[in-house]
């Protein structure tokens, strides 16, 4: 017996953002993991120059039988 909301994938609050810029891009990812490695907090809501959001605040939910297209 299936259930009626048999949720199969949910997605909440999902962002993502990139930069223009390769080098640049390159230098955050180098940044962000040496803050991680030593512990320190960044703010991942900011967005650095030359960063933009591809995806802000995206929610979505698929349940059994449903397709997205």
């Not at 299936?2 to 953002?17: R, Y």
Request: net charge positive; aromatic share 14%; glycine share 8%.
């Amino acid at each position: 017996m299936e259930l009626a909301n048999d949720t199969v994938i949910k997605v909440e609050g999902l962002h993502k953002k990139f930069c223009r810029h390769l080098r640049r891009s390159m230098f955050y990812g180098t940044l962000d993991v040496t803050r991680d490695m030593l512990g320190w907090r960044y703010d991942t809501g900011r967005l650095r120059p030359q960063e933009f959001w591809a995806l802000e605040d995206v929610n979505f939910e698929l349940t059994r039988g449903e397709r997205w297209a």
